[in-house]
C-alpha cells in the first residue's frame, strides 16, 4: 500500500493471532498503535516501529479505527467497560471485533458502543494461527455497509476470501460458530478414527493418504493431524479452552433458535472430558491423547 494510503488503526490484543493479523497491517504500510497486558507479545510490533498505547483508554483515545483479537469473552468484557478501558477513549468511531464471542454478547458491545457514538463491525476469522501467520484467513464480516467498506483494504489483507455475512453485527457471528462447531466435530471425528485405525493395525501415514485422497478429508486431516498429530508435537497453536467457549457458543446458539444439536453436543462431551481431565491450556490436537489413554493404545509418531 501507498504510505500515504495508509490508515492509522489501533490494535488490542496481539497474541497467538492478534499478533500476526497486526503484522500484516504493518506490512501493508498502516500505522499502527498496540495494547496487550503481555509485552513480550507488543515487542516484535514495536520493533518495527508500532506505538505502545498505556492502556485500552489510551488505544481508544489516540485511534478512529480500532481491531480487538482476545481469547475470551471475559477479557473482552474487561477492556471495554474496565476503569480504563475502551468505552471511555474519546477517538475511536470503528470497533472492529475479530473475536467469537456469539451474538447476544456482539449485541451487548453494539449497544454499550453505540451510546458513545461508536460503530461495531463484527469480523470473524478462521484459519488458527497458522492461517494468521500466512495469511490465508477466511474473514468473515457482518455490519454497516459504509464501515466495511472503510476497513475492507484492511481486513483483506488476512486472507484471500473475505465473506459479507450480513448487515448487522452478529451474523458474521453465527456463520463463524457455524464453522468452528464442524471444526470441532471434524477434529473429534478423526482423533477416533485415527486411534482406532491405529489400533487395528494401519499406519497413520497411510490412513492420512488414502482419507485425504477420499471422502473423509476435512481440516483436521488436511491441516491439524499433518502439522501437530502425527509429529507428536500437538503445537497446532490453539488452547483446549479457546475452542470449548466456541463449541458452548456454538450449540447454545443451535439450542436458542431451535435446532437439534445431537452430534455437536457429542463431540461437545468429549472434549469437555479432556478438559475435565487436565486439558484447558493444552493445545486442540492434543485431544488425540485422551482418546489414546482410554483406548490403551497410542499412536506412533511418524514424523
Given at each position: 500500500?501507498?504510505?500515504e494510503?495508509?490508515?492509522?488503526?489501533?490494535y488490542?490484543?496481539?497474541?497467538?493471532?492478534?499478533?500476526?493479523?497486526?503484522?500484516?497491517?504493518?506490512?501493508?504500510?498502516?500505522?499502527?498503535?498496540?495494547?496487550?497486558?503481555?509485552?513480550?507479545a507488543?515487542?516484535?510490533?514495536?520493533?518495527?516501529?508500532?506505538?505502545?498505547?498505556?492502556?485500552?483508554?489510551?488505544?481508544?483515545?489516540?485511534?478512529?479505527?480500532?481491531f480487538v483479537?482476545?481469547?475470551?469473552?471475559?477479557?473482552?468484557?474487561?477492556?471495554?467497560?474496565?476503569?480504563?478501558?475502551?468505552a471511555?477513549?474519546?477517538?475511536?468511531?470503528?470497533?472492529?471485533?475479530?473475536?467469537?464471542?456469539g451474538?447476544?454478547?456482539?449485541?451487548?458491545?453494539?449497544?454499550?458502543?453505540?451510546?458513545?457514538?461508536?460503530?461495531?463491525?463484527d469480523c470473524?476469522?478462521?484459519?488458527g494461527?497458522?492461517?494468521?501467520?500466512?495469511?490465508?484467513?477466511?474473514?468473515?464480516?457482518?455490519?454497516?455497509?459504509?464501515?466495511i467498506?472503510?476497513?475492507?483494504?484492511?481486513?483483506s489483507?488476512?486472507?484471500?476470501?473475505?465473506?459479507?455475512?450480513?448487515?448487522?453485527?452478529?451474523?458474521?457471528?453465527?456463520?463463524?460458530?457455524?464453522?468452528?462447531?464442524?471444526?470441532a466435530?471434524?477434529?473429534?471425528a478423526?482423533?477416533?478414527?485415527f486411534?482406532?485405525?491405529?489400533?487395528?493395525?494401519?499406519?497413520?501415514?497411510?490412513?492420512?493418504?488414502?482419507?485425504?485422497?477420499?471422502?473423509?478429508?476435512?481440516s483436521?486431516?488436511?491441516?491439524?493431524?499433518?502439522?501437530a498429530?502425527?509429529?507428536?508435537?500437538?503445537?497446532y497453536g490453539?488452547?483446549?479452552?479457546?475452542?470449548?467457549?466456541?463449541?458452548?457458543?456454538?450449540?447454545?446458539q443451535?439450542?436458542?433458535?431451535?435446532?437439534?444439536?445431537w452430534?455437536?453436543n457429542?463431540?461437545?462431551?468429549?472434549?469437555?472430558?479432556?478438559?475435565?481431565?487436565?486439558?484447558?491450556k493444552?493445545?486442540?490436537?492434543?485431544?488425540?491423547?485422551?482418546?489414546?489413554?482410554?483406548?490403551g493404545?497410542?499412536m506412533?509418531?511418524?514424523?
Open positions: 500500500m501507498n504510505q494510503n495508509a490508515v492509522e488503526a489501533g488490542l490484543g496481539v497474541g497467538n493471532m492478534g499478533q500476526p493479523m497486526a503484522q500484516k497491517l504493518l506490512d501493508a504500510g498502516h500505522s499502527l498503535t498496540v495494547y496487550d497486558i503481555d509485552e513480550a507488543m515487542r516484535p510490533l514495536l520493533e518495527r516501529q508500532a506505538r505502545r498505547a498505556a492502556s485500552p483508554r489510551d488505544l481508544a483515545d489516540r485511534c478512529e479505527i480500532l483479537s482476545l481469547p475470551t469473552l471475559a477479557a473482552f468484557r474487561a477492556v471495554v467497560f474496565g476503569a480504563d478501558g475502551l471511555k477513549g474519546k477517538a475511536m468511531k470503528l470497533l472492529v471485533n475479530t473475536c467469537t464471542v451474538v447476544p454478547f456482539v449485541k451487548e458491545i453494539e449497544r454499550a458502543m453505540a451510546a458513545q457514538g461508536v460503530t461495531v463491525v470473524p476469522i478462521s484459519g494461527p497458522p492461517g494468521a501467520r500466512a495469511g490465508t484467513l477466511s474473514v468473515m464480516v457482518s455490519g454497516d455497509a459504509a464501515a467498506d472503510q476497513i475492507r483494504p484492511m481486513i489483507l488476512w486472507g484471500d476470501t473475505l465473506t459479507i455475512a450480513g448487515d448487522k453485527p452478529g451474523a458474521a457471528q453465527v456463520l463463524k460458530l457455524t464453522n468452528n462447531i464442524l471444526s466435530v471434524a477434529l473429534a478423526t482423533a477416533e478414527a486411534v482406532m485405525g491405529a489400533k487395528g493395525g494401519v499406519d497413520p501415514e497411510v490412513m492420512l493418504a488414502a482419507i485425504n485422497a477420499g471422502s473423509g478429508r476435512n483436521a486431516t488436511e491441516s491439524k493431524f499433518p502439522a498429530v502425527l509429529t507428536r508435537s500437538f503445537d490453539a488452547e483446549m479452552h479457546i475452542l470449548m467457549k466456541d463449541i458452548d457458543l456454538a450449540v447454545a443451535g439450542e436458542e433458535l431451535g435446532v437439534p444439536m452430534v455437536c457429542a463431540a461437545r462431551l468429549l472434549f469437555k472430558h479432556a478438559m475435565h481431565k487436565g486439558a484447558t493444552e493445545d486442540i490436537t492434543a485431544i488425540v491423547k485422551y482418546i489414546e489413554r482410554d483406548a493404545f497410542e506412533s509418531k511418524t514424523r
